[in-house]
Antibody, heavy 116, light 108 residues
Framework: EVQLVQSGAEVKKPGESLKISCQGS????????IAWVRQMPGKGLEWMGL????????RYSPSFEGQVTMSVDNSINTAYLQLSGLKASDTAVYYC?????????WGQGTLVTVSS | EIVLTQSPATLSLSPGERATLSCRAS??????VAWYQQRPGQAPKLLIY???NRATGIPARFSGSGSGTDFTLTISSLEPEDFAIYYC??????????FGGGTKVEIK
């Protein structure tokens, strides 16, 4: 069974950094792109970027390039999304998803709250 | 950037009724469109891919159609669990992916 399990909710202060994890299981982790998607409170889905664990290929949405960093640790089948210089406007749920042409499996989401 | 515009923003219907949701692309995306369902507090779930193909385990009451710039998701007879938010997404200009703004299907 394909599963993506994300790290737990975080509360951060403005200016701090954060790394969210997404661990895949039930499939060959290095064969599929991992996408990151943001959902701000009460809002829709925003595609942030794609990361390929097989070759560390990255594709960023222009809206997020320079604002986030994607990485991977293939030894534990885990992808990461790093957010730096957090602002209150970064408060959102962040999802990872496997891309097999489309986003066929999703993590449960990680709620990030940025507040002083 | 491909902009996907979904309409209506909210659809108020009763169980058993037919739901018709629209997604319009700012330029042609062929049939490279998917639909996702998001229930409150849950992650999105893939319903339809390639405009008209149901994902694994998706009931036959869900159907998709369209090509080019106009796409439709139809739910033939609403079940209680179908009241949710639905998003379309295009991958025609990969890696420049995009989602529509969503349509909320609510109980009338």
């Amino acid at each position: 069974e394909v599963q993506l399990v994300q790290s737990g909710a975080e509360v951060k202060k403005p200016g701090e950094s954060l790394k969210i994890s997404c661990q895949g299981s039930g499939y060959i982790f290095t064969d599929f792109w991992i996408a990151w998607v943001r959902q701000m409170p009460g809002k829709g889905l925003e595609w942030m970027g794609l990361f390929h664990p097989g070759d560390s290929g990255t594709r960023y949405s222009p809206s997020f390039e320079g604002q986030v960093t994607m990485s991977v640790d293939n030894s534990i089948n885990t992808a990461y999304l790093q957010l730096s210089g957090l602002k209150a406007s970064d408060t959102a749920v962040y999802y990872c998803a496997r891309q097999d042409h489309y986003f066929d499996f999703w993590g449960q989401g990680t709620l990030v709250t940025v507040s002083s | 950037e491909i902009v996907l515009t979904q309409s209506p923003a909210t659809l108020s219907l009763s169980p058993g009724e037919r739901a018709t949701l629209s997604c319009r692309a700012s330029q042609s995306v062929s049939t490279l469109v998917a639909w996702y369902q998001q229930r409150p507090g849950q992650a999105p779930k893939l319903l339809i891919y390639g405009s008209s193909n149901r994902a694994t385990g998706i009931p036959a009451r869900f159907s998709g159609s369209g090509s080019g710039t106009d796409f439709t998701l139809t739910i033939s007879s609403l079940e209680p669990e179908d009241f949710a938010i639905y998003y379309c997404q295009q991958r025609s200009f990969w890696p420049a992916l995009s989602f529509g703004g969503g349509t909320k299907v609510e109980i009338k």
